[in-house]
């Protein structure tokens, strides 16, 4: 089988290799759609804590090609998305039931090789079956999803509540999507207009354009005022990683309020010590998911359309070159970007027709 191994600083190298064979515990899936996203661009750049050389791909779907016995009774031909986080479950956080940020975590595609091969081996226990009448192209972006709902879970909305998102990428969107489903009223807030334009259709009720040098502006203020019956969010979802980001979080969020931090960078923050605890605030970080990829793939087939609107570009697999440049060049509006694997162009595996034509920034964690 072919397989694309990134050996150096954005270098890849295409290989023939002999497909895995079935293992007692393991399924063999032969991969059909990996979506990228900021992660897998750092780890091509060498710009990542994962040792090159890699396989990369943990955003993935595919067709059961073998398997044993399984309790889940998952079949072969079988269409599944696989979750690529793996933990010990021995750990103080596992045993706390956090596996999220198990102290031995791993991923599948960053830490280990991943799905940008044809067939690849992976724990039985990893596959979700996707829904019928899902797209699998739309079933690879089930992980980035998946990091969106625990976000939001993190941050314990309450329906009815207003709730304010910085950042309208792939995982604000999906988390934005998630919230309107739970009865939330949700802002957003980006610096492109067509970021707030998609955001709209993924169930904002309002949008604010961030202006750099200063955010809100009088009557941004006001709008968010009228929202929140002048006490500010009692929600903010940072997901952009930008510091200013994080600080207008605190600032803007409600006393007694939660501001989750899902967006990550390695630059730091300037926050004063004392509002945090004067408006006593729930700072919390999200990582990762719970075993959240059959709840992304059940929000992703509930919402086809935006799921279809976050894929702006797709590259066939001989031309993953290209779409990292496309990434990291930003020459063009980039959203989700779908690695159509060998097995895809004979699949006949898509639900419905028709190329990504809204736009969506590059974004979010993995």
Not at 112 to 132: F, M, Q, R, W
Request: proline content about 6%.
């Amino acid at each position: 089988m072919l397989t694309a191994r990134t050996v150096a600083r954005e270098t890849i190298s295409y290989e023939d290799m002999a497909e895995p064979v079935l293992e007692q515990g393991r399924a063999l899936v032969r991969v059909h759609h990996v979506t990228l996203c900021g992660t897998d661009l750092h780890i091509w750049e060498d710009d990542y804590p994962a040792e090159l050389p890699v396989v990369q791909g943990h955003e993935f779907s595919g067709v059961v090609e073998a398997i044993g016995y399984n309790a889940a009774g998952i079949r072969v031909g079988d269409r599944v998305a696989v979750s690529p986080m793996t933990y010990c479950g021995t750990c103080r956080p596992c045993l706390q039931g956090r596996f999220n940020v198990c102290r031995n975590i791993s991923c599948i595609g960053c830490y280990s090789d991943g799905a940008l091969v044809e067939v690849i081996s992976v724990p039985v226990d990893k596959l979700c079956p996707v829904p019928e009448g899902l797209a699998l192209e739309l079933a690879a972006m089930a992980e980035p999803a998946s990091i969106a709902m625990q976000a939001v879970n993190r941050g314990r909305p309450a329906a009815g509540e207003t709730v304010l998102v910085l950042g309208s990428g792939p995982i604000g969107l999906l988390a934005t999507l998630y919230l309107t489903d739970l009865g939330v009223d949700v802002v957003c807030a980006d610096t492109e207009v067509d970021r707030l334009e998609l955001a709209r259709d993924f169930g904002a009720v309002d949008t604010l354009l961030v202006d750099p040098a200063g955010f809100p502006d009088a009557e941004q203020a006001a709008r968010l005022g009228r929202l929140t019956d002048g006490y500010g969010p009692g929600l903010v979802l940072e997901a952009t990683g930008a510091p200013s980001s994080l600080e207008n979080a605190i600032r803007l969020v409600a006393s007694a309020g939660r501001i989750v931090q899902v967006g990550i960078s390695a630059r730091s923050a300037t926050v004063s010590m004392k509002d945090i605890p004067f408006k006593e605030l729930d700072l919390l970080g999200s990582r990762n998911s719970l075993n959240l990829i059959p709840d992304g793939l059940a929000l992703l087939a509930h919402h086809p359309d935006q799921a279809r609107a976050l894929m702006t570009h797709r590259f066939g697999f001989a031309d993953l070159q290209q779409a990292y440049e496309l990434m990291r060049n930003r020459t063009e509006k980039v959203g989700k970007v779908l690695i159509e694997m060998p097995a895809a162009g004979t699949s006949g595996d898509r639900a419905s027709a028709g190329a990504a034509a809204a736009f969506a920034p590059v974004g979010g964690p993995a």
